[in-house]
């Protein structure tokens, strides 16, 4: 917990506390002590981190989470827009791969450690042709 706290407490105080303050609709002086993990009569609450990293796009108090509860922080890549009618055909066939290794996986009325790293690995693909319809459905 210490770790995300100072992390927080890093955020704002490198993200110019005044200006990030305006932005949050806070006294400079109230985020800072908010932010402040050494002072336990201020805490930031949940709105408050949301617009920290919102306005600062400065992660650290998000992978700090996530470390305490092992896990790692990792940016999404975006996906590039294409065109529309290529990115539905392109995530129908990606559907189709899926089904094809489930179908295959199932034919003998089991399915191994192998088989579901393949039909994982096909819906990963299918995530990430709908990633792609999505990116090309907003420039469309």
Known sequence: MEQFLRACHDAVKDAEP???AGQMGLPHVSLLQRSNPDNDAH???INHLYQIL??????????ALA????FNLVAKEGAEAVNLSAAVLHM???????T?????????????????????REIGGVRES????EASVQVA
């Open 18 to 20: 005044k200006r990030l």
């Open 43 to 45: 805490k930031l609450t």
């Open 54 to 63: 919102l306005h600062t796009q400065d992660m650290r108090p998000l992978a």
């Open 67 to 70: 470390a305490e509860f092992g």
């Open 92 to 98: 129908h066939a990606e559907v189709a791969d899926v």
């Open 100 to 120: 094809k290794a489930v179908t295959v996986a199932m034919a003998d009325g089991r399915v191994s450690q192998v088989e579901k790293a393949m039909i994982r």
């Open 130 to 133: 709908l990633d792609q319809l």
